[in-house]
């Protein structure tokens, strides 16, 4: 029998605007309810970011992230908790001095960065392995700070999510395997067709998977356009499928989704209609060698 396919819905991110969509989820509540329906649509694992209820911008509030797990909880969802490590990595140049931070920089302490993980200990954390420029900024996560991140993550019992932007993330996450500092089967997931990234397209997508160390789990999402596209491309070579908010505020081409939920039933059409079948929470926890509920 095919492996199951597993689905991760990223259900709302830090850089989707609710300008874009009024339907983004944002309050903790609502991020939580989120999680609750993709799974009852046929998500296996729900990514989470939290926001400042006020502002809508990112945060690394744990109190806000204990509530989104308490919530899910409460509700009687199984659903796989994936929680990011993202936020506080960009550093923003000032115009007047680029080696001095301007406004919009977030970059901190990795503890920092970890600590909802060190205290929550979800079964899943995102573990960005990109340094990079994205539009008017740059990204940093260098190998001390990721080896932080990954000792939390290990002592938490968590599994990283390992991100990957570009061939480099690749290589220096396969250095952190060899070394021992990262698990082995890893657990890999391909962004696709950010600025200045990988590109969403078969070559680059086929080059990076060729990469891999062996028995590693993937997956590969695409951005905006790419979204539903990069899904069925990545279960047609053999991955794990992502979409969600965090990645496209529309359905169709158009047309604004209602709900993460509506574009998890729609991802979930693709694959099945491609012959595969979607993995339950229990299902994925097997195949990723995470803890049963």
């Keep these: 029998m095919a492996k199951k396919t597993i689905m991760t819905c990223a259900v709302t991110g830090n850089g989707t605007l609710p300008s874009q969509n009024e339907n983004l989820p944002v309050t903790p509540a609502e991020i939580a309810q989120a999680a609750v329906d993709a799974g009852k649509a046929g998500a296996a694992i729900a990514h989470m970011h939290v926001r400042d209820p006020e502002t809508a911008k990112g945060s690394m509030d744990i109190t806000l992230y204990r509530e989104v797990v308490d919530r899910i909880r409460d509700a009687g969802s199984d659903i796989v908790i994936n929680l990011t490590t993202g936020e506080g990595q960009r550093f923003v140049p000032s115009e007047e001095d680029p080696s001095v931070a301007g406004p919009g920089t977030t970059l901190c302490h990795p503890t920092l960065r970890s600590a909802h993980v060190k205290e929550l200990k979800p079964e899943i954390c995102t573990l960005d392995f990109n340094t990079m420029v994205n539009k008017t900024w740059t990204v940093i996560n260098t190998p001390p700070t990721l080896k932080v991140m990954a000792g939390i993550a290990n002592e938490a019992g968590t599994k990283p999510e390992i991100e990957i932007f570009d061939s ?52 590969a999402f695409g951005i905006g356009r790419n979204a539903f596209r990069m899904m069925a491309l990545s279960y047609l070579m053999g991955g794990h499928v992502r979409i969600g908010m965090e990645d496209t505020v529309y359905i169709d081409k158009g047309e604004l989704c209602k709900s993460n939920a509506q574009l998890v039933e729609k991802g979930v059409s693709i694959v099945e209609s491609l012959g595969g079948s979607m993995a339950t929470p229990a299902e994925a926890r097997d195949i990723l060698g995470l803890k049963q509920l």
């Design 168 to 219: 480099g993330d690749l290589n220096m996450a396969k250095d952190f395997i060899a070394k021992g500092i990262l698990k082995s089967p890893a657990m890999f997931q391909f962004v696709m067709g950010i600025n200045f990234g990988s590109a969403a397209n078969y070559q680059t997508l086929a080059y990076l998977i060729s990469q891999l160390p062996e028995q590693s789990e993937w997956a």
